[in-house]
Structures are given as C-alpha cells and as structure tokens.
C-alpha cells in the first residue's frame, strides 16, 4: 500500500444535435436544451489497486459489456475496480435499447443506438482525462445532513396510496463526502451520496411549454454549483443516488390528484418556474456538501481499499390488472388489491462493494427503498456505509416489506417478488462483508 494519487475529469454527453430529437424510455420526446448533462470520472490508486467512480447525467445504466470492455482496452482500468452508476436523471436521454418505448420502433432504436455509441466514446475520453491528471493526493470521507427529500408513498384521503409527500414516512438525510485533495489544499475531486429521485424538473419544458428540454436535473444542478463554487481548484463533483426508490425532492415538478372515483392519477406541470424550484434545491444541497467540506480534515495519504462483487439471481412477477392487463391500478388501502401477480423472468442483480479503510460504498443496480437501505447501514460492520444505486443494467425496483403491504407505486412497477430484499439481497450484502474481512486475513 503506497501513497495516494487522484485524478478526476467531466466530459459533456449532451446529444449532438445530429441525435436530437432524443429520447426518456421511449416516452418523452427532447427537443431542446435547458442545459448541458455530463458524465464524471474520479480515478485514485493506492499503489495496489486503481479505482474510479463514473456518474453519467443520464436515467439509467446500459450497455455494460461495451462500457466495460472499452474501459478495459483503451484506459487500460481493470473494470472489476470501476463503479459505474447513473444519478436517475429524468430529464435525461437515454441509451438503454431494450425499453419497450425504444426497441419496437425502428428510428427510436436507431437514434438510442448511435446516442449509446457516442456515450462510450466519451466515456473513455473522460476516463484518460482524469487518468492524465492524476497526482499525489489525500482522501477524507465525512458525513452531514441534507432535508431536501421526503418519503414519497402518501395514503391519500381518498384510501389510495399514492406518489405525494408523507414526511413522517421512512426517509434517509443522510450527506456522504469522500473528497480527494493535493497536497496543496486544492480540491481534485470528490463523491456525493444522496438519497433523492432526480426528478425536481422531470417533464419540464420551454418558457411556452411547447419542447421538452434536457437538463441535469437536480443531481447536475448540484454538481453544477459546487464545480463554480471551487472553480479555482479544478474541482469536479460526482454526484450518486442513494436508496432513493421511495424519495422524492420535497418539491418538484408536477404533483399528482387521485380522484375518489377513479383508480389512476392525474399529473399537472407546474410550468416554466420548475427550473428555479430545481436550482432552488441544488443550492440548498450545494451549501450542506459544503459544509461538510468545511468540516473535513487534511485526510490520509494512504488508504487500504478492497472490492468484493456478487451476482444474486431474484425471483421475478409480473402484475396484471383487471383493465388491460398492463395500466396500473393504485390499490385502496382499505380492499384487497384488484390485480393478479404471476411469476416472471427471474431478476439478476449485481452488487458491487468497495471498501476503504473503514468505509463502504455499496453498489447495486436497482432501486432500493429508503427502509431497505437503512437496515443495510446499520447492519453494516463498518463505521460509515454507502449506498450507490443503478450501478448495471436496470434491475427495476426493490421495494421493501411495506411497499408490498402498501401497494405502493414501487411495488406495482417491481419486477420481483415481495420477500427478495430480506430473504436475498440483505443476506448477500451480509455474506459480502465476510468475504471482504476473510480476505485480509
């Protein structure tokens, strides 16, 4: 074990405006451009292991075996030491090609495809970058609390349950900052872990509410105004989602009304002003990683690292309802739920987890909820424990045991059984932490 060096690069992953328009999971049509989305690389070694994070302004991972191989060939990085993940931007393209919305219409396709290519192209450009920039370094990790989330399962008056606000529910304040310095003070780069939906601007338009835009949404917003605050140190933010299933910014976008008699919502956009309701958040966010930041020590100039993965295969469901077989129902609290649950393809999730020191940064590719993801952090054997989700190719949501109970909205869109997170996913995370400690012995 040697002593640190870091590096760390953004590259701008805006469509070029040969892919416009692009494509939200094949729904929304983006027309135009509120501002620029970025993918964020931080590269440090130990002297042992080098290792990077990569957060990508985009909705979801994909393309994995591509990423991974290019990062591979031209960054020579081992990508077992890399942890990919997507901060869940909403108003973001994507480059998943197996969305229903995409991969049935030939120009939607068409578009997605070139737009993943352009993707990996940058991403090795961004990785290089930061490899080029590394130098001697010092870590520090230090934790805060930011309230700008809140549960977003609400049981409405009417006895749906229903995507709102319940700030008496199960919610996560916790900040993460793992920051890297140069030996003169400067900041090279640093990760924030937070549990919150990017979803402050999601379906947000022009000033005359004709075009979708693309943005950063709150995630970008954040990284954004931290990167002009220490523009004097080069400094380059990342930004990762927690166990955010269930969390929602205590504002956002449009809110939802659930007639008493009928089963679905109705959604209604607030207008233009969602931009200043977004950078209203980030700011408020910006200034607790600040915070933080302020509080932190000088650091280490050495730091032990470790990386266990695990694949765990899930049971999988697929809801039907009384309708059409696939539009979903919101249940009553107050009557059994209407539709019938099957058994569907089985769900492969991937956990990475990355240890340093006495710290953990737990990946995985799904959405977990809040409930799930605070059981992990006090189960955890080590001081802190982080949680980055949508870290692979899209796993759905995770919901925990009262979001099946409840019939929450992560419970309907949920590809696998109530159950998993007890029986498989918590167990696994568990047995990651025996292997990892086995492995300094």
Not at 224 to 243: I, K, M
Request: glycine letters at 8%.
């Amino acid at each position: 074990m040697g002593k640190i060096c870091a590096g760390a690069a953004k590259i701008c992953i805006t469509p070029p405006s040969e892919m416009m328009p692009a494509y939200f999971h094949g729904k929304m049509i983006f027309e135009g451009i509120y501002e620029d989305i970025y993918l964020r690389a931080l590269v440090f070694d130990n002297g042992d292991r080098r290792m990077a994070f990569l957060s990508y302004e985009s909705g979801d991972m994909a393309r994995m075996e591509e990423l991974r191989s290019a990062v591979k060939r031209e960054c020579d990085l081992d990508p077992e030491n890399v942890c990919f993940s997507a901060v869940h931007n909403h108003e973001a393209p994507t480059f998943a090609n197996t969305h229903k919305g995409v991969k049935n219409i030939p120009e939607k396709l068409d578009w997605v495809m070139r737009y993943g290519d352009f993707i990996i192209r940058q991403t090795v450009l961004c990785v290089n970058e930061a490899i080029s920039r590394m130098k001697p370094a010092r870590y520090c990790v230090s934790t805060g609390k930011s309230f700008i989330n809140a549960n977003r399962d609400q049981l409405f008056e009417n006895g749906l349950w229903g995507q709102g606000r319940d700030f008496e529910g199960p919610s996560d304040k916790e900040l993460a900052v793992l920051r890297f310095t140069g030996y003169d003070g400067k900041i090279i780069g640093a990760l924030v872990n937070y549990a919150v939906h990017g979803t402050a601007c999601y379906q947000g338009m022009d000033e005359k509410q004709e075009k979708y835009l693309i943005a950063g949404d709150l995630p970008g917003m954040i990284s954004n105004y931290l990167e002009a605050r220490y523009q004097d140190d080069g400094a380059v933010f990342l930004w990762t989602s927690g166990a955010a299933a269930n969390q929602n910014p205590i504002f956002f976008s449009s809110y939802q009304k659930y007639e008493h008699d009928k089963s679905h919502s109705l959604q209604y956009s607030v207008g233009y002003g969602v931009w200043t309701l977004c950078r209203h958040l980030a700011e408020t966010q910006a200034v607790d990683v600040i915070k933080v930041l302020e509080r932190m020590g000088e650091g280490k100039e050495k730091l032990h690292a470790a990386i266990v993965d695990r694949k765990i295969i899930l049971p999988g469901q697929v809801i039907r309802y009384p309708d059409d077989g696939e539009t979903a129902v919101m249940a009553r609290a107050d009557t059994p739920f209407s539709g019938t649950i099957e058994d569907g393809e089985p769900v492969e999730l991937e956990l990475k987890l990355l240890t340093i020191d006495d710290y953990a940064f737990l990946g995985l590719n799904g959405e977990l909820d809040c409930g799930t993801g605070l059981r992990l952090k006090e189960k955890s054997p080590l001081k802190n424990t982080f949680i980055i989700t949508h870290t692979g190719e899209r796993a759905g949501y995770l919901p925990d045991k009262q979001g099946y109970d409840n019939h929450t909205q992560e419970f309907y869109a949920s590809n696998v059984k109530d159950g998993c997170t007890e029986e498989y996913l918590i167990p696994a995370v568990m047995e990651m932490f025996t292997d990892r400690f086995e492995g300094d012995e």
